[in-house]
């Protein structure tokens, strides 16, 4: 089974509207992190929030913040007042306790278009 | 500012010809990974290495290998390169553990066309 899914390959959003990327996520171990990241045509991917299943609240940072309902086991990206800079693949990852070497698995992506 | 440094951006190679893509860190970080990036399948570990000559098989090793003779330094070897590898590949590096916030430092990639 699929760890991490995001079920959007492709969305568009109007520049300055807030859109939101779905990341949904499959694990027993009770302490997890979960990771999002951007990468632009450049390639470089750039960190962009995390949060800890243990976190009470959602995690923010700046235009960024996490939708994270635990329950249902979604860890969504919403950002608000979209730029055309915003225009990226975007990347939801998992970090389960225990994983060797810190290790990431990591969703399929979805690929996010901002209009003029 | 440099962190972690892919020697290649973009690389065209033969079916058949071995091919070694170098990735090297100055962060100290104890683990390394090497991932192939693909539309629609995001980023899926090939291996990783959590000290100087250790190393894991991740979910896709076959058709590669890799080398670690020194911290800095994580290197993916494509013994016989086969069209089926062109591919985006991604270096990364972290610490072992700690911070748990801390994710990976990424290169800028390597774009691997066999032709």
């Known amino acids: 089974a699929q760890k991490i899914t995001q079920t959007q390959p492709g969305m568009f959003v109007q520049e300055k509207e807030a859109v939101t990327l779905d990341c949904t996520y499959d694990?027993?171990?009770?302490?997890?992190?979960l990771f999002w990241y951007k990468q632009p045509s450049s390639g470089e991917m750039i960190f962009l929030i995390y949060q800890g299943s243990y976190d009470q609240q959602n995690a923010t940072e700046g235009r960024y913040s996490l939708n994270f309902q635990k329950a249902r086991k979604s860890a969504n990206l919403v950002i608000s007042a979209s730029q055309l800079g915003d225009s990226a693949m975007y990347f939801c990852?998992?970090?389960?306790?225990?994983?060797?070497?810190?290790?990431?698995?990591f969703g399929g992506g979805t690929r996010l278009m901002v209009k003029p | 500012d440099v962190k972690v440094t892919q020697s290649s951006r973009y690389l065209v190679k033969r079916t058949g010809e071995k091919v070694f893509l170098e990735c090297v860190q100055d962060?100290?970080?104890?683990?390394m990974f090497w991932y192939r990036q693909d539309p629609g399948l995001g980023l899926r570990l090939i291996y990783f290495?959590?000290?100087?000559?250790?190393?894991e098989k991740g979910d896709i090793p076959e058709g590669y290998s890799v080398s670690r003779e020194k911290k800095e330094r994580f290197s993916l070897i494509l013994e016989s390169a086969s069209t089926n590898q062109t591919s985006m590949y991604l270096c990364a590096s972290s610490l072992s553990s700690g911070l748990s916030n801390y994710g990976y430092t990424f290169g800028s990639g390597t774009r691997l066309t066999v032709v």
């Open positions: 290495s959590y000290d100087v000559k250790m190393k």
């Open positions: 694990t027993s171990d009770p302490s997890y992190g």
């Open positions: 990852a998992m970090r389960e306790t225990g994983n060797a070497g810190n290790m990431l698995t």
């Open positions: 962060m100290d970080h104890e683990n």
